[in-house]
């Protein structure tokens, strides 16, 4: 999908041969209709997309919008799969104004059942003081991962103390959520929510807990910031469930998938990471990460040069 101008394209990748042979279909769709106007007719400098989930026949979207001046909201677009048009509807909002269209805002998708799964950034509310919409508020969906009933659309708060949680992916055979998550300066995590844990309230601490520190770090200036969201190293100390592995520096984590059947190291499942992170050390990179049934971590590989990867599917068709 263009980021700018909301063309979307279609490959059929069944018709792929080799990798310089890519044919791409532009699909027409009503998708700037929905959005805030501006006048040059684009979203890119007011709404963002985030996301794209295909379920039965539905093309899910994903999008940071702006419903008037000074209030953007995460919601989901839908549309029935057509090769010639594509018509979008509503299909769900968290009606959560928010002043500033920031970066820390999630949007990822994911397939849950009969839900899907939505991550919800912070939208720098610690920075900005909402006291009754940031992610340590069960009250509010900001800073949050939850699952939205597709037939009802009614939804519920799975986790809580999220910064920009970027990956997202659902394992059927563990029956456990992986996630990633952008750290501030520093802190880049990889979390999982086992669901297999009956009753247990998964929170993840932002803004109290963070391996990472406040861009400018613990200066004079930071000082309300540190106020507001101390970054305490531990989580466990203060309640909050550690990440599984976390980055620093910061790799400019993006997508988690799960490979159970395919690229396995001995017994080892493998979670295989994306990163735009511009720091050669550590950025534009795919990470492959072994862990063990447990999630305890046994190896990290990591691919150099690959560019900034913001998206991964894991496809079984053969490419030469």
């Known amino acids: 999908m263009g ?13 792929i041969v080799k990798l310089n042979e890519i044919f791409i279909k532009e699909i027409k769709s009503n998708l700037l209709d929905n959005f805030y106007k501006l006048q040059h ?51 769900f909002d968290i009606k959560e104004c928010q002043p ?12 849950l059942g009969n839900t899907i799964l939505m991550t919800i950034g912070d939208h720098d509310s610690y920075i900005r003081d909402f006291p009754n919409k940031n992610p340590q508020d069960p009250k509010s969906l900001i800073g949050k991962i939850i699952s939205i009933n597709i037939n009802t659309k009614e939804n519920k708060i799975i986790s809580m103390g999220h910064r920009n949680p970027q990956g997202l992916y659902f394992d059927t055979i563990s029956n456990k959520i992986y996630s990633t998550e952008h ?32 861009y400018g770090g613990r200066n004079d200036y930071n000082k309300r910031n540190y106020k507001m969201a101390p970054l305490e190293k531990s989580h466990r100390k ?46 534009n990179s795919l990470y492959i990460i072994g862990v063990d049934e447990k999630d305890k971590i ?23």
């Not at 039965?56 to 057509?82: E, F, G, M, Q, W």
């Not at 500033?100 to 397939?111: A, H, M, V, W």
């Not at 046994?298 to 030469?320: A, C, L």
């Open 298 to 320: 046994q190896n990290i590989d990591r691919i150099k040069e690959v560019g900034r990867v913001r998206s991964i599917t894991y496809s079984k068709t053969k490419i030469v």
């Open 183 to 214: 750290g501030p300066e520093g802190g880049d995590e990889i979390n999982v929510i086992d669901l297999n844990l009956k009753n247990k309230k998964f929170n993840f601490g932002w803004g109290i807990s963070s391996y990472g520190e406040h």
């Open 3 to 15: 980021k700018g101008d909301g063309t979307i394209f279609f490959i059929d990748t069944s018709n």
């Open 41 to 91: 007719n684009t979203f890119y400098d007011e709404s963002f997309l985030k996301d794209i989930l295909i379920y039965k026949n539905y093309l899910y979207i994903s999008i940071v919008d702006k419903n008037k001046p000074y209030c953007y909201t995460n919601k989901i677009y839908r549309a029935k799969i057509n090769d010639n048009f594509l018509n979008f509807e509503n299909f």
């Open 100 to 111: 500033l269209n920031t970066l820390q805002t999630g949007g990822s998708l994911e397939i």
């Open 238 to 283: 203060y309640g909050f469930i550690e990440p599984i592995y976390y980055f620093t520096p910061s790799i400019g984590i993006t997508e988690i998938i799960k490979l159970n059947d395919f690229f396995k190291n001995g017994s080892n499942n493998n979670l295989i990471i994306g990163s735009m992170g511009n720091d050669p050390e550590v950025g």
